[in-house]
T-cell receptor, first 113, second 113 residues
Framework: EAEVAQSPRYKITEKSQAVAFWCDPI?????LYWYRQILGQGPELLVQ????????DSQLPKDRFSAERLKGVDSTLKIQPAELGDSAMYLC???????????FGPGTRLTVL | DQQVKQNSPSLSVQEGRISILNCDYT??????FLWYKKYPAEGPTFLIS?????DKNEDGRFTVFLNKSAKHLSLHIVPSQPGDSAVYFC????????????FGEGTQLTVNP
């Protein structure tokens, strides 16, 4: 069964350092999403791509976060500089164009010290 | 502004009995609703969904009910099994075109043998 791949699974960094997360969506899924989940809360959308274009980044803290999907396949989410409050699970999801069902990867657990 | 709320942080049921998880929403523009299950250290797994044109959708042991007038949906699991123990998230989207999901806070379900 096809799955969304994410790496790394865990990342520990110090504040003010840069971190990057990678996501490879299910093959053929044109829509890719990055979510952040803080412990005890539901996931919140950071950015949504349709192919290589950003269609929704209204909740992305653009002063420190950036995301790209250069070839419309895999994607990278970067934080620079990391802050203590960025500690969370970062989830990537993908869906077929026009579908409302999103499939999630295993996530990257970020701890900022 | 919490547009999707799951008011019960936890629920405990006996194996073989029915589990009922509840979800309320405030945004009348939501027209598609999903339930996800999440195990620790894993990403959410899609369970079942329902469009606003329906009031019930069933898939095996899982049934989702939608009451649009009350802006309320529920997930019924019957019979409950110990492997169903997980965090369950309710999610909603507006316009059925792969738009962002708004998640509730989650309910921890524990099924006791």
């Amino acid at each position: 069964e096809a799955e969304v791949a994410q790496s790394p699974r865990y990342k520990i960094t110090e504040k003010s350092q840069a971190v990057a997360f990678w996501c490879d969506p299910i093959s053929g899924h044109a829509t890719l999403y990055w979510y952040r989940q803080i412990l005890g809360q539901g996931p919140e959308l950071l950015v949504q791509f349709q192919d290589e274009s950003v269609v929704d980044d209204s909740q992305l803290p653009k002063d420190r976060f950036s995301a790209e999907r250069l070839k419309g396949v895999d994607s990278t989410l970067k934080i620079q500089p990391a802050e203590l409050g960025d500690s969370a699970m970062y989830l990537c999801a993908s869906s077929l164009q026009g579908s409302d069902t999103q499939y999630f990867g295993p996530g990257t657990r970020l701890t900022v010290l | 502004d919490q547009q999707v709320k799951q008011n019960s942080p936890s629920l405990s049921v006996q194996e073989g009995r029915i589990s009922i998880l509840n979800c309320d929403y405030t945004n009348s523009m939501f027209d598609y609703f999903l339930w996800y299950k999440k195990y620790p250290a894993e990403g959410p797994t899609f369970l079942i969904s329902i469009s606003s044109i329906k009031d019930k959708n069933e898939d095996g042991r899982f049934t989702v009910f939608l009451n649009k007038s009350a802006k309320h949906l529920s997930l019924h699991i019957v019979p409950s099994q110990p492997g169903d123990s997980a965090v369950y998230f309710c999610a909603a989207s507006k316009e059925t075109s792969g738009s962002r999901l708004t998640f509730g806070e989650g309910t921890q379900l524990t099924v006791n043998p």
